[in-house]
């Protein structure tokens, strides 16, 4: 028998506007989706490095909630939308995931949800 799913929420709004949880675990694997940089009151931060660093502490804590931590990601995809800001946030990058040195992929993209937004990430983790 397959093993029952666990989800994670974050409280942002788009979850429960279009249907979805901030990660699902199911078994070993947790799959975190795309996180915008979302702060409690709404606001956002312009500074790129700030937003990805906003954008792991969500991926973080949902990761935390299914049994997981930074060590057990083994893949994130960060969205950007400037090039200039990739530096910025492969730094951070580095500082959350250097231990787990997960596969990677940074790709520049036209726009994001919200248009204050300059980066989102997704990860992965297998979690034992």
């Given amino acids: 028998m397959a093993a029952e799913p666990r989800r994670a ?10 249907g979805f949880s901030r990660a699902v675990r199911i078994g070993e694997r947790v799959l975190v989706s795309g996180t915008g940089p979302v702060w409690p009151d709404g606001s956002c931060d312009r500074a790129p490095a700030a937003q990805a660093r906003r954008c792991c502490e969500i991926i973080l804590a949902a990761l935390a909630e299914l049994g997981g931590e930074a060590a057990d990601v083994v893949r994130t995809r960060m969205l950007i939308t400037d090039a200039a800001a990739a530096e910025e946030v492969g730094a951070v990058h580095r500082e959350v995931f250097a231990e787990a040195a997960p596969a990677a992929t940074m790709v520049v993209v036209a726009a994001l949800l919200d248009p204050r937004w ?3 990430i997704e990860a992965e983790a297998v979690v034992a």
């Fill in 9 to 18: 929420r974050s409280g942002s709004p788009f979850e429960e506007r279009f």
């Fill in 118 to 120: 300059v980066v989102e």
